[in-house]
């Protein structure tokens, strides 16, 4: 069974770090493009950041570079969000989701989803 868990959410206040972890089981991680995603009330969801499975390539979106890092460790089936310098606009319910091979921010090309995780940046 396919499946993707993230855990690390909370409550933090602006300017501090948190970081994500999406845990993948029933498929190899080191075949797949793990995409961050994130949704606050009101609006769309969008692509915070992703990493590619061949080349580890990495994208982040310009409201969060230079403050966000991914990465994966592929033994523990696990791709992390290090969230630095945390803001209140980046509250939000953060989710990972998978796909084969190059990553993407077109989230309707994720193939698994995460159940996501509330992260709340106080001000």
């Known amino acids: 069974q396919v499946q993707l868990v993230e855990s690390g959410g909370g409550l933090v206040q602006s300017g501090g770090s948190l970081t994500l972890s999406c845990v993948a089981s029933?498929?190899?991680?080191?075949?797949?493009?793990i995409g961050w995603f994130r949704q606050a009330p009101g609006k769309q969801r969008e692509g915070v950041s992703c990493?590619?499975?061949?080349?580890?390539?990495?994208f982040y979106a310009d409201s969060v570079k230079g403050r966000f890092t991914i990465f994966r460790d592929n033994a523990k089936k696990t791709v992390y969000l290090q969230m630095n310098s945390l803001k209140p606009e980046d509250t939000a319910v953060y989710y990972c989701?998978?796909?084969?091979?190059?990553?993407?921010?077109?989230?309707?090309?994720?193939?698994?989803w995460g159940q996501g995780t509330q992260v709340t940046v106080s001000s």
């Open positions: 989701a998978a796909k084969l091979l190059l990553a993407t921010t077109q989230a309707r090309r994720y193939d698994y």
């Open positions: 029933g498929f190899g991680l080191a075949n797949y493009a």
């Open positions: 990493s590619s499975a061949v080349d580890d390539n990495t």
